[in-house]
């Protein structure tokens, strides 16, 4: 029993010593991680001051500066790149700019107003929208992601028209002529709630002309 427990005991050993100096290869050499080093440039200064001080130390002692992982810094200095290329490719396709071949000019996407979040879950919604020229809490978008629509549901909303030229007439109107005036000139809209796929929160509408208008949402402007 006792010398059953010694042998895991050593084999435990030797897989955790294995571990710290790495596997060996075939020619007895020890196989080790490489190490990166910034390059001497990278610490170069534009100021001629500091570039004389830093030739000074430079020729007392050449130090290399070791490059730190990702797991010491505890973060991904290159994610914001990769997650802004990503939201460029999408932005372009929405514009039909299609795949970038190569040796050609790359087209610029146009400008987008804000990115909407969900405001319950922090869920992207919409990456390119246009804001509203008079309720600045309010977009509308065509392009959506994260999106579900109620097509269940109907909302209707009566809108007004021409009351500018009503304002114009002269001629007095009894009380009923004008409410069935009303009647025939405002225009009833049909919408569908827009839901998040995530939290069920309603964060816009859907129009017949498939287009989607958020109200109730983060937005982050650029």
């Known amino acids: ?10 084999t435990m050993e030797d897989k955790l010593s294995s571990l710290e100096t790495g596997s060996s290869s075939g020619n ?24 004389k ?9 050449k130090k290399r500066h070791r490059i730190p992982t990702n797991d010491e810094l505890l973060y991904d200095p290159e994610k914001d790149n990769r997650d802004q290329a990503w ?14 071949r190569p040796h050609q000019q790359q087209q610029p996407v146009p400008n987008s107003d804000a ?16 804001r509203h020229e008079s309720y600045k809490t309010q977009y509308r978008a065509m392009f959506v992601m994260n999106c579900s ?7 209707r ?17 009894s009380d009923c002529e004008d409410a069935a005036e009303q009647a025939e000139t405002e225009v009833e809209e049909v919408y569908h709630p827009v ?28």
């Not at 001080?53 to 002692?61: D, E, H, L, P």
């Open 1 to 10: 029993m006792e010398a059953e427990l010694n042998s895991t005991i050593k």
């Open 195 to 222: 839901m998040c796929t995530e939290c069920s929160t309603e964060v816009a509408v859907y129009d017949k002309d498939e287009v989607f208008h958020f109200f109730n949402v983060l937005a982050s402007h650029s």
């Open 87 to 100: 939201v460029d490719a999408r932005r372009r396709g929405y514009h039909g700019f299609g795949i970038q």
């Open 28 to 51: 007895g050499k020890v196989a080790t991680a490489v190490t990166k080093y910034y390059d001497d440039i990278y610490f170069d200064s534009d100021s001629e001051d500091e570039d």
């Open 53 to 61: 001080a830093a030739q000074v130390t430079k020729k007392k002692k």
């Open 115 to 130: 990115v909407l979040n969900c405001p319950a879950c922090m869920t992207t919604l919409c990456l390119d929208c246009q």
């Open 149 to 155: 629509v109620n097509k269940e549901e109907i909302l």
């Open 157 to 173: 909303y009566k809108t007004p028209e021409n009351r500018k030229k009503r304002r114009g007439r002269k001629k007095m109107r």
